[in-house]
């Protein structure tokens, strides 16, 4: 059983936070479209970004700002223009809205952190964004998160968000999250913009490695359509004002941290997974019984992100050929007399055997998913095992439909 609850409040529900979110009229539209994070404390900032070689202005920015200090009192972003692949003109637009909201702040712009989403080859729209930042600061309170979480959206059909709770000694600490994602999203970090709030207090270099591991066991496992964004980015923010005495290296307190802002990750890169552009359904791969947690994550993710097993769930095929086909060419050895392959209750293979199961059943199956609530009953779940190895590891993605064409192919039209 898990050692926290779920609390509201998303990235204000930590002690020492505030967020707003606003329309400045990025967006042609008109949809809410910046949005800030505000520590009123410096906190230690970690962040992973995207692994692609043609990157956004704002994660080289925000790479260069951590490597010098790993701290920060703001996030800002913008959504409608990805300020990625604009040349020497994005980087000083990037440098100039950290400034813009330092000086409104009264902080150095240093303190400031930075994220962008839209379309790629646009710059920011700076004259509107240099409007809205008084605004966007006047705005910015302890009841905020639900308005940065819909100002950092794109083609996202939902905001998405969650808060957690938990004791350490007789005080609570908490953390919280807010990402978008839909499309563009494939494990190879961060697979989308998520930022995390935190009040306990550590050091900068444990709350990174913490990061980066959550990274590695959510949005790094889940994907869409296996496209890498450009701007990609995931950012914690730890600033201490639970009170609770400071963690500075692994043991008991560290573990549970670590484990409460896993989860935040998961269930944020899961919400992600589940409105992928066009989706009807999440699905969750479990792969057991590979040599260890590496191998089964490209198991996993292999089968996940197939575009044959996708487009199986959404014309509710059970084809579990497809389910091994995907299995076998990950990249993992494995014997294929070892082989094991279940949806939902229905096995479809043992022992590297094909298994009578009711097909007509289990396309239901896979249709009640599609019609099931929002992240609780809506789960296409496969499992695979492929030995007696110690290895375990989830992923997740969705099914791919006839909209994700329609939407991708319109997207800047």
């Not at 099931?372 to 993605?397: C, H, M, P, R």
Request: charged share 20%; net charge negative; aromatic share 4%.
């Amino acid at each position: 059983m898990s050692d926290w609850k779920v609390i509201s409040g998303g990235v204000t529900a930590p002690r020492g936070y505030r967020a707003s979110g606003i329309t400045a009229g990025l967006k042609p539209s008109g949809a809410p479209d910046l949005s800030l994070i505000l520590s009123e404390v410096d906190a230690i900032a970690a962040g992973v970004f995207t692994t692609s070689t043609v990157r956004a202005a704002c994660v080289d920015y925000c790479r260069q700002r951590l490597q010098v200090k790993p701290s920060a009192k703001a996030i800002l972003c913008n959504a409608g223009q990805a300020n990625a692949a604009t040349g020497e003109q994005g980087l000083a637009d990037a440098l100039e809205s950290a400034k813009l909201l330092g000086e409104a702040l009264n902080i150095p712009s240093e303190s400031i952190l930075l994220a962008s989403t839209g379309v790629i080859g646009q710059r920011i729209k700076m004259e509107r964004l240099r409007a809205g930042i008084p605004q966007l600061v006047a705005e910015a309170s302890s009841t905020g998160s639900d308005a940065a979480a819909k100002a950092i959206c794109t083609t996202d059909l939902v905001p998405k968000t969650i808060a957690l709770e938990t004791i350490f000694g007789d005080r609570p600490v908490r953390i919280g999250g807010i990402c978008k994602g839909s499309g563009m999203i494939h494990p190879n970090m961060a697979t989308m913009l998520a930022f995390v709030t935190c009040d306990a207090a550590v050091s900068s270099h444990l709350w990174q490695e913490m990061l980066s591991r959550a990274a590695n066991r959510s949005f790094n496992q889940i994907t869409v359509d296996g496209d890498t964004s450009t701007n990609d980015s995931l950012i914690a923010l730890a600033n201490g004002q639970s009170r609770t005495p400071a963690i500075t290296e692994m043991g008991a307190d560290a573990e549970k941290l670590e484990a409460m802002l896993t989860e935040v990750c998961v269930h944020l890169a899961k919400a992600i997974a589940r409105d992928g552009e066009g989706a009807t359904c999440l699905v969750e791969v479990q792969v057991s019984g590979a040599p260890d947690e590496v191998s089964a994550s490209k198991i996993a993710k292999t089968i996940v992100g197939s575009s044959l097993v996708k487009a199986a769930i959404f014309g509710r095929d059970p084809n579990w050929g497809r389910i091994a086909a995907a299995a076998g060419r990950a990249g993992v050895m494995f014997e294929q007399e070892n082989l094991r392959i279940q949806l939902g209750d229905f096995l479809m293979m043992e022992n590297g055997q094909p298994l009578p199961f009711d097909k007509s059943a289990a396309s239901n199956y896979m249709k009640a998913a599609a019609e099931g609530e929002y992240l609780k009953n809506d789960t296409v779940l496969i499992q695979v095992s492929v030995g007696n190895g110690s290895g375990f590891a989830k992923a997740w993605g969705c099914d791919l439909s006839y909209d994700y064409v329609k939407i991708n192919a319109e997207y800047t039209t």
